[in-house]
């Protein structure tokens, strides 16, 4: 199997806007990006032939990956651990910025949230040649490890790569 890991940051996954400004200039500026992030997924199923993207993402809530999946006919699947699951392998919510948390004990929760999101890619996958795995950029190293020990052939990309990519969308806006 063809796999393409894709670190992001998760802001630019949601549909919806978060940003809120008077006069709309942060709305449209997250929206600018967004569309952006958009067509690199349309060019990459394409250019690539991806047949199967599984992603990292908030359950509950709508992303753009799966909106562009399901308007290209591309099999999708939310790869991240439920929230109950977590619950139920004593992964705590938040657990990568408590501070009462030790480096050690933060180690293992990615490592086992990696392990579940391959497992999850896999079996998702159903046998698809070319898939991508979209994550945040801290899980891209692990996840891209845990395939290649599978002897799949990986391509690993950052979306800070993208020319039009604005990775601090705040000071951004600050400077303008």
Not at 107 to 134: P, T
Request: hydrophobic share 35%; net charge negative.
């Amino acid at each position: 199997m063809q796999v393409l890991i894709l670190g992001i940051n998760h802001q630019i996954q949601w549909v919806r806007i978060f940003s809120s400004s008077t006069g709309g200039v942060l709305e449209r500026f997250e929206e600018s990006q967004k569309a952006q992030f958009r067509e690199l997924l349309r060019r990459t199923i394409v250019d690539r032939k991806v047949q199967f993207i599984g992603e990292e993402a908030k359950h509950g809530e709508p992303s753009i990956v799966q909106a562009v999946c399901d308007s290209n006919g591309c099999g999708y699947a939310n790869i991240e651990m439920h929230p109950d699951e977590r619950v139920a392998r004593s992964i705590f919510a938040n657990y990568d910025s408590d501070s009462t948390l030790l480096a050690e004990q933060k180690e293992r929760f990615h490592q086992e949230r990696e392990k579940y999101m391959f497992g999850r890619a896999v079996a998702e996958s159903r046998g698809a040649e070319n898939i991508m795995v979209i994550c945040g950029r801290h899980h891209r190293s692990a996840l891209a490890k845990e395939f290649r020990e599978a002897s799949h052939q990986v391509d690993e990309q950052d979306i800070q790569a993208e020319p039009w990519y604005v990775e601090d969308w705040m000071t951004h806006m600050m400077r303008l």
